[in-house]
């Protein structure tokens, strides 16, 4: 009976004359589901990324211990049943920060992509729609931006700023917007050209509602693609901004600034630093995977 | 000749933007200068100077002057070098920064070294063996070195190479011993302890090198092999690859004559960047390994909220990053007509 069920849904998704506007798109979704899924390194991907969110969310369930409780007896404990990564040299519980961590990384990740994909995307496709001087001129700019170093400018952003959170973010944005800002142009120029906006435009649309309701949305899935990708960059500069001292403040549980933590006592109580550099890894990796398996679920198109 | 002329041309487009861009990095840090919450006239008169006292200063310092004039007057002293002084070390900042560059040029050659002589032999095989056991590779390392902070690495090189295995020297650019017998001449500490025939510290030199250059080198093969790769395969598939293979030239000679020369142009590009982006690698790796260099003296400085080292070195780091950006391109387009 359930077989049936699923069968005849699937049938309903791969249908070859649908029905209905909601069938096609949830029949081309569904293509494209299975076109990422082969791709098993891309799966591992997501897993990595949603156990990522999931620990975020319910990291007070996840977590043994409160990531800001002292216990300067049990300080510098190594792995142990109680503490599965040891502890730091407060007495923290390592494991504990390590999950509550997760929520600050996934916070600079989700606002790195929501302040500079939308700015790169809008002026993408007012470069790209209007050409001319207006694209010569916000080209010329991006290609500047895109020649800085980004790491150090992010440094001397911060140390203008005052080191914090909401600074690095600043400062991780208005280095890594351009890569966008091209991606939209590039598919801007070929959207341009297209007869159904040859017709919106004798209908009399204007040009800024050509752009956002005609251009924009098509933009759309190539960003996000390339925000998947840039996701792992994010999360190594913010940690390296961590790491120096310049991203979020102690005590807050983020994984660059555990690093540095435990610099110093690197050779005598190793997993201090080992622990929090092997989340990162996993989770760089995980988003690389990712945006790789997107990436071409979306360009087999 | 109408191809020096366009090589001419294009040479002098190049040129134009590269000088736009450094227009556009120095507006950037002269921006970030201002709006910094410390007062520059209170850091050089104090908190209780009289009113008048505090006029002076802040007309001597030009900042009662409209912003486009202050720009123009801080551009004029980046071309002369005036970097202001450094706080932390009461040196001219230009001074410190000719001291500490040598040790970071040093690190990012030999890491941009292993990067290419490692690099460009596993592209090429993995091009060769597309889908066997060198692609993968290559495939893995990239992935990792997306995926590993710098800083990190570091750190475990030295939990296990230093502390558990004893295989190389420690932090540091020579032990301690050894600190300053060799004179300075070139900077480049190794060269300088040969040039007095000094080998026992050249010896202890490299051993303090090759760690840290090995962790940027990572990263620099991971970038080469993948770029090499997809060059080469790109080349394998053209129609002057088959012509020489009919001719009957052998396989070596068809790889590494006829298909790796013409990817030698991009690859030129790839390596300059790679070369960039480890310059600014060494800011992370330096302070792991306290390592002398350009890196730790900016980290160094943004510790102790010293704004006129913090910028200078800023400055530095983008002038040479936009200038093997520029390098790299006119290598591309004068050596390959193709992108032209």
């Known amino acids: ?301 | 000749m109408a191809s020096a002329r366009s090589t001419a041309k294009l040479v002098s487009a190049e040129v134009t933007t590269f000088a736009i861009t450094m227009l556009g990095l120095l507006l950037v840090t002269f921006l970030i200068g201002r709006v910094i919450p410390i007062d520059p006239v209170l850091a050089v008169v104090g908190d209780r100077a009289p009113p008048d006292v505090y006029d002076k200063a802040r007309i001597a310092l030009g900042l009662d002057k409209p912003l486009w004039q202050q720009f123009l007057t801080y551009l004029g002293q980046v071309a002369r070098g005036e970097f202001g002084t450094s706080v932390m070390t009461s040196n001219p900042v230009i001074l410190d920064i000719k001291r500490v560059f040598p040790a970071t040029l040093e690190l990012a050659t030999l890491g941009t070294l292993i990067g290419v002589s490692l690099g460009i032999p596993l592209g090429v095989a993995a091009a060769v063996y597309k889908g066997r056991w060198p692609d993968n590779l290559v495939r893995i390392l990239g992935l990792f070195g997306y995926s590993i902070p710098v800083f990190w690495l570091g750190l475990m090189g030295l939990l296990l190479f230093y502390a558990h295995l004893g295989w190389v020297g420690g932090p540091g650019r020579v032990s301690v011993a050894f600190d300053d017998l060799v004179t300075t001449k070139t900077g480049v500490l190794i060269l300088d302890a040969i040039l007095e025939g000094e080998w026992e510290v050249a010896r202890d030199a490299f051993s303090h090198l090759i760690l840290p250059a090995s962790v940027l080198g990572f990263f620099s093969l991971a970038y080469i092999s993948r770029m090499t790769r997809s060059f080469m395969i790109n080349e394998l598939s053209q129609a002057y690859i088959l012509t020489a293979r009919v001719k009957g030239a052998s396989e070596t000679r068809v790889i590494w004559r006829h298909a790796l020369r013409n990817a030698a142009a991009p690859l030129a590009t790839v390596i300059a960047l790679s070369y960039a982006g480890l310059l600014e690698g060494s800011v992370l790796t330096e302070t792991i390994f306290a390592w002398p260099g350009l890196g730790r003296y900016i980290t160094a400085s943004l510790l102790q909220a010293d704004m006129n080292a913090v910028l200078g070195g800023t400055v530095v780091v983008g002038v040479v990053f936009i200038s093997l950006n520029l390098f790299a391109d006119i290598m591309a387009r004068v050596f390959d007509p193709r992108t032209r």
């Open chain 1, 1 to 301: 009976m359930r077989a049936a069920t699923s069968q005849s849904w699937r049938d309903w998704l791969l249908s070859e004359a649908p029905q209905s506007r909601a069938q096609a798109r949830a029949g081309q979704a569904y293509r494209r589901w299975r076109g990422f899924t082969e791709n098993w390194l891309g799966v591992v991907g997501l897993v990595i990324v949603l156990t990522l969110i999931g620990m975020a969310i319910f990291a007070p369930w996840i977590a043994p211990y409160d990531p800001l409780a002292q216990n300067l007896s049990q300080r510098l404990q190594p792995v142990s049943w109680q503490h599965w990564c040891g502890t730091d040299s407060l007495g923290r519980d390592i494991f504990s920060r390590i999950v509550y961590g997760s929520r600050v990384t996934l916070l600079i990740v989700g606002l790195v992509v929501v302040t500079v994909g939308p700015l790169g995307l809008i002026l993408g496709c007012v470069a790209g729609y209007y050409g001319g001087a207006v694209d010569r001129i916000l080209m010329r700019v991006t290609d500047i931006v895109l020649a800085f170093p980004k790491l150090i400018l992010a440094l001397a952003f911060v140390a203008a700023l005052g080191p914090g959170l909401e600074n690095a973010i600043i400062a991780i944005a208005i280095t890594s917007w351009p890569p966008y800002a091209r991606v939209a142009r590039t598919e801007t120029m070929v959207i341009r050209n297209s007869d159904y906006i040859a017709a919106a435009k004798l209908q009399g649309a204007s040009s800024l509602r050509i752009i956002m309701l005609h251009v924009v949305p098509l933009c759309v899935p190539s960003v996000i693609v390339r925000s998947t990708l840039d996701m792992a960059g994010v999360i190594l500069t913010a940690a390296g901004l961590g790491f120096l001292g310049l991203g979020a403040q102690p005590p807050t549980p983020e994984w660059g600034a555990m690093i540095a933590a435990g610099r110093e006592q690197i050779f005598d109580q190793w997993w201090v630093a080992t622990f929090p550099g092997l989340a990162i890894c996993i989770v760089a990796l995980g988003f690389n995977l990712l945006g790789d398996g997107v990436r071409d679920a979306l360009d087999a198109r």
